[in-house]
């Protein structure tokens, strides 16, 4: 019985198996899609799909700049063993260059590209990783930046990525101590972890529960001095506004200490960079992923599996 590419694309639907061994199973059951999910379970590929519902919180983050155009990108795998795993490296070596290179508007329209050099879709190609590697694999997230300058920084063989993006006059822009500053500021977001960039860009709601609750403990440190409540109240307000400039410099980039010279802010050596070098120099942006932060990790669920499979407790 002949099968046709809709046949294919059918039973992989069906099973979660990577197109080529659904193409596979297709031929050895020649066309008949009852049995080839059969040949597939008997194979042990149609695994994948129950692979998917398995807990993925380690894995890479991978940043590159490729021809002026920045990407930050995480994939994530059920154990670290498989981060380093060289056919894992590539597939999320691959998929960062095509965030670069193909410029996906969204998670769907990344999983939809062609996959290089194959016939697959990166979605296909991820499956197929799948039944190859053994772990449930998962492309998470990504940003890409395509104008300015961009600096990637790397940590940890890929334990956190991060993308600074900065706009850089022309009469400096090749300037080593510009891509210097790139990577002290990238170092700087990785081990300091700023939520914004800017006190501009702190999300209102946040603010305001930030000071709601500064506000709260300051009265009642005042009121702990035996102070008339109006009076507490009213030094209590002039002692937010410090500890929010303190909030400030915790969770905003340009606001914190510069890590290399602590007594001036981010900000204030960015500016001495630029003046020093005759030029002007913004950072605009950055992002920084971490491997699997947000993820509910189960630490004993592979553990689990890998006993139960062996028969022992």
């Keep these: ?55 993925a919180a380690e894995g890479i983050v991978s940043a590159i700049v490729k021809d002026g155009i920045g990407a930050v990108l995480e994939v ?27 410029n996906p508007a969204d998670m769907d329209a990344l999983l939809a590209l062609p996959y290089p050099n194959s016939e697959l879709t990166v979605e296909q190609a991820l499956q197929d990783k799948v039944l190859v590697i053994g772990e449930n694999l998962k492309i ?3 940003a890409r930046y395509d104008s300015g300058m961009s600096i990637p920084y790397v940590h940890m063989g890929g334990r956190i990525g991060v993308i600074v993006n900065m706009n850089v006059s022309d009469n400096i822009k090749d300037n080593a101590e510009v891509v210097e500053l790139g990577k002290d500021l990238a170092m700087q977001i990785a081990a300091m972890r700023p939520m914004y960039l800017d006190a501009s860009s702190v ?42 400039n303190k909030f400030y410099e915790e969770i905003c980039l340009m606001e914190q200490p510069y ?55």
């Excluded at 490296?89 to 095509?98: E, N, R």
């Excluded at 930030?210 to 702990?224: D, G, P, T």
């Excluded at 491997?291 to 028969?311: L, V």
């Design 1 to 55: 019985m002949a099968f046709t590419a809709t046949d294919v694309k059918n039973l992989r639907e069906m099973t979660g198996v990577g197109m080529m061994d659904c193409k596979n199973a297709l031929t050895a059951t020649d066309g008949d899609m009852d049995n080839a999910v059969v040949w597939l379970r008997e194979k042990g590929l149609a695994a994948a799909q129950k692979k998917a519902g398995r807990i």
């Design 76 to 102: 994530n795998s059920e154990t670290d063993f498989v981060a380093k795993n060289d056919i894992f490296v590539q597939f999320v070596d691959d998929v960062v260059t095509l965030v670069v290179e193909k």
């Design 140 to 142: 998470r997230r990504f």
């Design 203 to 244: 999300d209102a709601g946040e603010l305001e529960r930030e000071r709601e609750i500064q506000l709260a403990k300051a009265v009642e440190e005042n009121k702990a001095k035996n102070l008339p409540d109006d009076k507490a109240l009213q030094i209590a307000e002039n002692m937010v506004k410090g500890r929010i």
């Design 259 to 313: 890590v290399k010279e602590n007594k001036i802010s981010v900000e204030t050596h960015v500016k001495n960079v630029a003046k020093a070098l005759g030029g002007e120099i913004k950072i605009l942006a950055f992002t920084r992923f971490e491997k699997g932060e947000g993820i509910e990790k189960k630490e004993d669920d592979f553990a689990a599996e890998i006993a139960s499979m062996t028969g022992k407790k």
